[in-house]
């Protein structure tokens, strides 16, 4: 059986690093695993919320610096040429490049006891037998495992056939542009109109800006010319920049985070915001509350109890993104998004509450429950109060 620890957490992104640092310091003998050598590339936006910021104190006890994040407080709202809203004392959306970024989360893990076995791709998985089997022949087992592995889980796959629906996961696709002299460069840009169902971006980052697209991608079957077309816009040719592409579970929320001692943070388990596309919150929060539990359980009844103690945590964020999906269709849907645009150009208010949600200032919860039938009536005309 090879080496036996208390967790095993597979996925070295912000998830299983959140994971790693939670479970040693609570006294695990955890192993984290990941295919890639870090640091490492990633497809991200890199938009770094107030969300973000409170996870990332509270987890691993670091701030924003202006060595991983650049802040901004700009922000333009934009349907294709048309400006929707442009606002220069925006609520503070920070960004970063996930390279470095996510290097910065594993070293605080490690330093705080996480083992590591980086740059070791996986041969097999027995989630029944709690046993990985390393390429290099090496075997490593636990009572608890966490998948933290991203949209395309390979710990989805072998606990459900999948790791995502098809006719539901997002698709996106992005290159990094130099700042120097360009007009937006100091500016958040969202583009409601550059995709379907989805939107294109530009953040600025400490030493480029991110352009890119992303969707449902049913819907955007052929993403490469969206990204060519929104390029074409900014005058850049997508083919010399060499994009890049990348699924995004863009709000599937898991019924059921995992299976037996087997359970699933971030990405894999479908915990990415389903309007604003935002990830990161919730990889770390659902990372440190997987690893909690699992914490709790080998403490306690046993770890079949990880995955309803996981359940019951992780609960409230997948109430969030719910209600998130709710509201996606006044977004997105084709025949309904011109109305909410020219409501949106028309109402500094409504303008505030969308960057709230934006930067993670605010929850979907705060809007109340009335929120999506009182927005969808002021789209069709008709008047009512402005509160939540």
Known sequence: MG??????VIGGGPAGAAAGITAARAGLDVLLIDKATFPREKLCGGG?????????????????????????????LTAGARTVAELADAPTIW?????????????AAEDAGCGMATGQRIASFDPKLGQVVLASGEEVSAPVIIGADGATSMVARRLFGRAYDPARVGFGMEVELPRDGASDADAVEIDLSAAEWGYGWSFPKPGSITV??????????????TLD?????RDQDAARLRPRGAFLPFGEVRPVPGMGTTLLA???????????????AWAMKSGQLAAGAAAEALAGRGPEMALPRYRRAIAPICAELRRARALRWLFYQPMLQPAFLRLLAGEPRLQRRYLALLSGEADYADLGWRALPRLAARMAGRSFLTGA
């Open 212 to 225: 890119g697209v992303g969707g449902i991608h049913r819907r955007n079957p052929t993403m490469p010319a």
């Open 266 to 280: 971030g990405d894999a388990a479908g915990l990415v915001d389903p309007i604003t596309g935002e990830g990161i």
């Open 48 to 76: 770094f919320t107030g969300r973000s910021r409170r996870h990332m104190g509270e987890i691993f006890g670091r701030d924003v610096t202006p060595d991983l994040f650049l802040p901004c407080n700009r922000f333009r």
């Open 229 to 233: 077309r929104f390029l074409g816009g």
């Open 95 to 107: 960004l970063t490049m996930r390279r470095a970024f996510d290097a910065m989360l594993l070293s």
């Open 3 to 8: 080496r036996r620890r208390d967790l095993i």
